[in-house]
């Protein structure tokens, strides 16, 4: 018993610390420049696709990142910066989809299908595990033996 429980303990262990780390508030000791650099990781580019505003090198997101920078000098919280940024661009600004509405769908289907895809196959294992091993009759050995005998004539 404490065979197969224990790798699902320490799994859980793992899971819950790495989750308590990335959750781990920053305690506000961060600069304005890297409270800057780290938003404009989380917004894209509204000249590039695909890119944030700090992987991009056009003129808008240098602006854009000149901007969270003074932005957050002036005290403006990440969360404001980043509603007025939703304000003027819409949601696709954001890499990051919030947390409400649709934004839910996109970050919790995938968790669902994954935890339901695992469910599904701890079920079928545990009904392969239950089902009785087939063992082969003397009529089937018979009847290999006769189709072997008429294959080699």
Sequence with gaps: MVRRVLPWAALGVVVLVVLVWAAWPDGGRATPR???RDLATELRC??????????SSTSSA?????DLRRRLAAGETEEEVRRAYVDRYGESILLKPEGTGIGVL???LPVVVLVVGAGGLALA????????????????????????????V
């Design 34 to 36: 890297e409270r800057a």
């Design 46 to 55: 509204p000249d590039c696709e695909g890119l944030s505003v700090a992987d």
């Design 62 to 66: 240098r602006a854009i990142r000149a």
């Design 106 to 108: 996109v970050w919790g």
């Design 125 to 152: 294992l545990a009904r392969w595990r239950r089902e009785p091993r087939l063992h082969a009759t003397a009529a089937d050995e018979d009847l290999v033996d006769e189709t072997r005998r008429s294959d080699q």
